[in-house]
């Protein structure tokens, strides 16, 4: 099973990549874990309160969590998808949430629509490339094509 991790701002638009991703592993159960980071509070009433903090799935729209609920429909590969929240600014920290998730593959953040939550939302980037995972790409998905079709068709009655 492939873990993916998707940095996201939870807009609608930043489930497009999830057909890509399943087109990249065909045959293969896939998870998603959609997260957003912040950098630490240095507030110590807000780290005390870290562990019950609901306010930032305030940011998470209805809409947002319907389509999850209809890619996981469509896309029968799909064992099951996340939302997360990463606090911290250190690749330590950042490795300790990849494995507690089972991360295998991070999406590129620069294949991501992405924008900043708050004045505590951090870019994604920097602690992508140095975690040590492989950083998934997102590749040109082959259109419907006739052609290819037909010529499936004439190549089984020349097997035949």
Do not use: W
């Amino acid at each position: 099973m492939q873990t993916v991790l998707i940095p996201t701002d939870f807009n609608q638009a930043a489930l497009v990549c999830i057909p890509n991703i399943c087109h990249q592993f065909p045959g293969q159960r896939l998870r998603f874990v959609f997260v957003h980071l912040f950098k630490l509070s240095e507030s110590i009433s807000d780290l005390l309160m870290l562990a019950r903090r609901n306010r930032e799935y305030d940011y998470v729209s209805d809409a947002f969590y319907e389509e999850l609920t209809a890619l996981q429909k469509q896309f029968i590969q799909i064992d099951s998808m996340r939302i997360d929240f990463f606090y911290g600014s250190t690749v330590s920290m950042f490795r300790n949430f990849l494995e507690t998730h089972e991360v295998t593959h991070i999406l590129d953040p620069s294949d991501c629509r992405l924008s900043m939550l708050n004045k505590s939302s951090i870019d994604p980037g920097p602690l992508m490339a140095r975690c040590g995972l492989p950083l998934l790409t997102l590749v040109e998905m082959p259109a419907a094509n006739t052609e290819t079709h037909d010529i499936k068709k004439t190549e089984l009655a020349e097997a035949i």
